[in-house]
T-cell receptor, first 115, second 113 residues
Framework: NAGVTQTPKFRVLKTGQSMTLLCAQDMNHEYMYWYRQDPGMGLRLIHYSVGEGTTAKGEVPDGYNVSRLKKQNFLLGLESAAPSQTSVYFC??????????????FGPGTRLTVL | GESVGLHLPTLSVQEGDNSIINCAYSNSASDYFIWYKQESGKGPQFIIDIRSNMDKRQGQRVTVLLNKTVKHLSLQIAATQPGDSAVYFCAESMDTGRRALTFGSGTRLQVQP
């Protein structure tokens, strides 16, 4: 049981390049999220998904797109990278849970630098 | 917009002492709160949670206190150890369909040997 994994761990892009970050979870969770974390700040929600085939915007969605074609995967795309998108990106997943707990399980993060 | 914030950006304590990390929230509709621990280079890890119908919850060496009157949340760590050194985030949510969390900016806890 690997939990939440993210690929790649590090990436350097030039302005205008595109890339896709992959998140995978093996816990059969319904919910998945993409956050970004800038230095000295908390996590901000980019996009999220409440189930396979569904996606929705979070707090800071501009410049990003997502897809959830399979329940276990949640992809984050940058079509034309900008220096302002330099950040650490975290994926998370959660489930309904009968305990009422809304615990989100986080991946290890992807450090992206846009030059 | 409404947000979750923290009073102290850095807290330095001696090993063995108790630590208290504070958090203020402004969304009175939030009904669920979580504390996360984030070690350097890693993703956040769940520590403890509390629902708005409670004012205290205890875990192993950790206690979360919720004061809804003043919209204040705190995390108490007993007998702080070097392994507790990390950044601690509080987060809030409402029982809505998306179940997303709003995070505070974090407090760095430094444990001095």
């Amino acid at each position: 049981n690997a939990g939440v994994t993210q690929t790649p761990k590090f990436r350097v892009l030039k302005t205008g390049q595109s890339m896709t970050l992959l998140c995978a979870q093996d816990m059969n969770h319904e919910y998945m999220y993409w956050y970004r974390q800038d230095p000295g700040m908390g996590l901000r929600l980019i996009h999220y998904s409440v189930g396979e085939g569904t996606t929705a915007k979070g707090e800071v969605p501009d410049g990003y797109n997502v897809s959830r074609l399979k329940k276990q995967n949640f992809l984050l795309g940058l079509e034309s990278a900008a220096p302002s998108q330099t950040s650490v990106y975290f994926c998370a997943s959660s489930t309904f849970g009968t305990s009422g707990r809304n615990e989100q399980f986080f991946g290890p993060g992807t450090r992206l630098t846009v030059l | 917009g409404e947000s979750v914030g923290l009073h102290l950006p850095t807290l330095s304590v001696q090993e063995g002492d108790n630590s208290i990390i504070n958090c203020a929230y402004s969304n009175s509709a939030s009904d669920y709160f979580i504390w996360y621990k984030q070690e350097s280079g890693k993703g956040p890890q769940f520590i403890i949670d509390i629902r708005s119908n409670m004012d205290k919850r205890q875990g192993q060496r950790v206690t979360v206190l919720l004061n809804k009157t003043v919209k204040h949340l705190s995390l108490q760590i007993a007998a702080t150890q070097p392994g507790d050194s990390a950044v601690y985030f509080c987060a809030e949510s409402m029982d809505t369909g998306r179940r997303a969390l709003t995070f505070g900016s974090g407090t760095r806890l430094q444990v001095q040997p």
